[in-house]
């Protein structure tokens, strides 16, 4: 008798797990409308920044499960998500590109890039 209840049990767990592998969590839920991908704005509390200073910088877009991806020309991103923190790496003075990418539920994709100075 306890064999057959670690049989079912191992069982039960079996297929609990193969469900969850068939499972993408990128899967809208039943009833979830999927938005479309709409990438508005890309921006910074400062646009002139001195070497060793940070700032904050924001995507604002609207979308279904949207994952964001965001790189630096110099420097570098803290944090992760819509917004996050930038800060500049000693001894780069000039123009500096900040690209933040933005995919979304059903793989569509925008970016656009900010461009700050460092004194």
């Known amino acids: 008798m306890r064999r057959i209840k670690q049989l079912i049990i191992i069982a039960c767990l079996f297929v609990f797990f193969m469900n969850m592998a068939a499972c993408d969590k990128n899967d809208p839920t039943p009833g979830e409308i999927e938005e479309e991908l709409v990438f508005e704005l890309l921006s910074s509390n400062k646009d002139t920044l001195r070497n060793g200073e940070g700032t ?57 890039t900010i461009k700050l100075y460092i004194e």
């Open 56 to 112: 904050t910088i924001q995507a604002l877009a609207r979308g279904t499960k949207l994952v964001y991806h965001w790189s630096a020309s110099a420097g570098d991103i803290l944090g992760s998500g819509s917004t996050v923190s930038y800060i500049t790496t000693p001894c780069v003075a000039g123009t500096i590109e900040i690209t933040c990418k933005i995919e979304d539920v059903l793989l569509n994709s925008d970016q656009k």
